[in-house]
């Protein structure tokens, strides 16, 4: 007979618990504490003063109530003082952040991704930003962690790259088809949603995969120098856990926690970028698959026998809504960006009639593949981040209507349609959540 936990791992349980509680929620009183956490008020001063010696949480007093009697102590996280670093690295730009207990954004920087840059080739670039941020560091301060969010294909959990059978299939050179199943990061632990044994799992060996310059897998040419998690962590000022997940994993898990998906555990974040990813989350879990693939809907075949795909398929849904489909069918030559794909729904938004048709064209087919994807999760909320969330708003009324022609009437009725509550913030967060993870789960043990 397995005998029960030990006193030592109960409070160890405890502590982690009421430190991801105001992680989250932020500055909480003792008396929230008491009622969420289902521990007696002893308990919670004890925890907390372990906390505050520790140097994770502060107490003070609430500013008035207007009550009578004593009022209950307000837990803070100490932001300030506890904190990572997330980055954040895309097809044309690089990001990084540094993020403190409690989700916020204290410092930040960001730079264009130059063309034909290898994934593993913007780590001076991130180091060089971790050197200036950490300058104002204030003296006493504690770094937790490091995690990077990837437009790429990274195997879970430890940011190895690892192509799939697709990977050898190149796009015809010019055609300005954005590869797709690159895009699939499927890794490490999670915070607003509940993590898994896998955040402690360190790199493993060099895969041999090359990340082109759009964040693509491609085998062949130029190997990574070793994971992407382990040559980044050569790169930080300390010994601390660096994890790499993908952006719209991290994105999903950021708004799931504290932003446009809060109170809903069924979510599909959708991410344009390198291609059409999903981060999407079933009964409070975020969902990786079998080989920590899952989410790679920009490959859902919505129309056989149609364009040719970079995954080497006909018809997938990223031919349709990703950025090169939306300047093609506005007549536009130009390469496929962020960029490119905002000027269109600027033009569009100006009443330039061929982006116009473009962004109704796109709109349409919007509608078309999340109506399967609320037919099939009856998610609570669907999200639309990366560009996606402009071509959202530009077309909301193309999208909905598809919804409401093509979903089951329940799961129609109960599904939102949003835009990221923490914007381009959201995988920058979420990132941070996978460095966090390590704190929450062991909080005097960093």
Known sequence: MRAGPSQEEIRRQNLGALLRYVHIHGATSRAELTTSLGLNRSTIGALTAELAA???VSERAPRETGRAGRPSLV???ESGRVFAYAYSIEADR???ARIGLGGVVLDRRQAERPPGLLAVETLPLLAGFVKEMHQAVPEGSVYVGSGVAVCGRLRRPDGTG???PEAAVRPAPDTGV????????????DTGVRPGPEAAVRPGPDTGVRLGPDGAAEVGGDELDGPLAEALGELLPQERPVLVSNAADVSAVAEHARGAARGYDDVIYLHRDVGIEAG???GGRRLTGQGGYAGEVGHMVVQPGGRPCGCGSYGCWETEIGEYAMLRAAGRGEAASREAALRLVDAASRGDAAAQAAIRQVGDWLGFGVANLVNIFNPGV???GGTLRDVYLAAAARVRSRLNSLALATPREQV???TPQLGEDAALVGAAELAFEHLLAAPLEM
């Open 54 to 56: 520790a140097g994770l």
């Open 75 to 77: 837990v803070r996280p």
């Open 94 to 96: 690089l990001r990084a």
């Open 162 to 164: 690892q192509p799939g």
């Open 178 to 189: 954005r590869p797709g199943p690159e895009a699939a990061v499927r890794p490490a632990p």
């Open 280 to 282: 999407i989350i079933v």
């Open 382 to 384: 669907v999200i639309f």
């Open 416 to 418: 939102r349609l949003r």
